[in-house]
């Protein structure tokens, strides 16, 4: 009976192979490097990176973002190219609104020494992101890219990789996460502080903030004891500013990796772009800009390793006033009302001369000193000419 046993195995793993030449079955290629792109963090954790489309000198600076299911320029690039957009039926959604989409269609885009051919480009309008940022924002750059390359993103060096899909050895040290992606990735993580909740959350690298909650995930799941109070806040996405209320929340993990004290935004999802219960919120860069990552959409795999950022504090003061950076002047874009820039007398349009006796015009340094500043920060401000001095009195989140 063994010998009837081992010779059908015989024949069935000699089958396999006869087959397997047949069909040609091959094992999977190694992945290759492509090339090394730069980048530079703008809003303290917002990636920019240059790249060119064929036929126009102009460089273009993208935002990289897992949180976009394509690839987009601004409206304004589009008209100073000469170029002309067709009409769809598609709405792109964001957290601050739902807009009709222009598109450009079957184009090519330049980064570093690799040229990406075929991408729809949808139009958007991005003057107000630049006005936050500091600096022109050209487009964004999402699902087209990640969907065809694995991505390295390195922190420490500050730079981009692209690599063919294919097998990949990854570093040591790490964590290798197993996320749902269909055209976003979506990743299971706990939230602790009442009570620990366990949900999804998209992984939102394009995000400039720590945790975004669905405020009914908070109120279903009841994370946080009793009405804490939030402080009223506004960040920005696609349609422009979207009130929110910012928290903190006791302990946040993603894989093995926990940190403590995290700052949490809560909005109303009004456009369902969490597609609450699916999804409890999302995981922005403050978090994720901590790894180094690998961003492998092709094998479903975004691959986490602790780099020099990871120990970096979070910050836990709150201003209530937004700066932006317009036509060469650094003004006071928002002030929320009874926040402590509103009681120290700012008002929206104010020109800032200095920021904590700093009077270098540092829009990036002028936006930290608000974010990670001593108790008290004296501004220096012009107002219809006249030059005032107000000292905001910075709040604790708690």
């Not at 598609?90 to 598109?103: D, K, M, P, Q």
């Not at 120290?344 to 936006?367: C, T």
Request: some cysteine; hydrophobic content about 40%; aromatic content about 10%.
């Amino acid at each position: 009976m063994q010998t009837l046993k081992s010779m059908y195995a015989f024949l069935t793993l000699c089958t396999c192979l006869t087959a397997a030449r047949g069909q040609e079955i091959l094992a999977p290629s190694p992945a290759e490097h492509l090339t090394t792109v730069p980048f530079r963090l703008v809003a303290e954790s917002v990636i920019l990176v240059k790249g060119r489309m064929p036929g126009h000198a102009d460089s273009l600076s993208f935002v990289l973002d897992t949180g976009s299911s394509g690839i987009s320029l601004d409206s304004a690039v589009v008209t100073r190219m000469g170029l002309s957009p067709e009409p769809s039926a598609v709405h792109i959604r964001g957290i601050a609104g739902v807009r009709e989409a222009l598109f450009l269609y079957d184009r090519q885009l330049q980064l570093g020494d690799e040229l990406i051919d075929s991408l729809d480009f949808h139009v958007n309008d991005y003057e107000f992101l630049s006005y936050v940022y500091g600096e022109p924002i050209d487009g964004v750059i999402g699902y087209a890219l990640f969907s065809r390359y694995i991505v390295k993103i390195d922190y420490d060096n500050m730079e981009l990789q692209l690599h063919t899909p294919g097998t990949l050895r990854y570093p040591r040290g790490g964590h290798l996460l197993r996320p749902f992606i269909r055209t976003l990735p979506v990743q299971s993580a706990q939230i602790r502080d009442s009570r620990a909740i366990t949900t999804r959350y998209l992984i939102d690298i394009g995000a400039g903030l720590p945790l975004i909650l669905s405020e009914d995930f908070v109120e279903d799941s009841t994370v946080f004891r009793g009405r804490r109070k939030r402080l009223p806040v506004k960040a920005y996405g696609v349609g422009g500013q979207l009130p929110m209320g910012l928290t903190v929340a006791r302990s946040f993990r993603i894989g093995p990796y926990r940190f403590r004290k995290v700052p949490a935004m809560v909005f109303d999802d009004q456009y369902n772009v969490t597609s609450y219960p699916y999804l409890g919120g999302l995981i922005g860069n403050q978090i994720l800009k901590r790894f180094n990552l690998i961003v492998n959409y092709p094998a479903r795999e975004i691959h986490l390793r602790p780099n020099g950022l990871y120990r970096d504090p979070f910050s836990y003061v709150y201003s209530g006033v937004e700066l932006y950076s317009i036509g060469g002047y650094i003004t006071v874009g928002s002030v929320v009302k009874g926040s402590p820039g509103d009681l120290a007398g700012l008002r929206e349009g104010d020109v800032v001369i200095a920021v904590d006796n700093d009077v270098s015009q540092d829009f990036a340094k002028y936006k930290r000193l608000l974010m990670y500043g001593h108790r008290r920060v004296p501004m220096v401000i012009s107002r219809n000419g006249a030059l005032e001095t107000v000292t905001v009195k910075l709040q604790r989140i708690r």
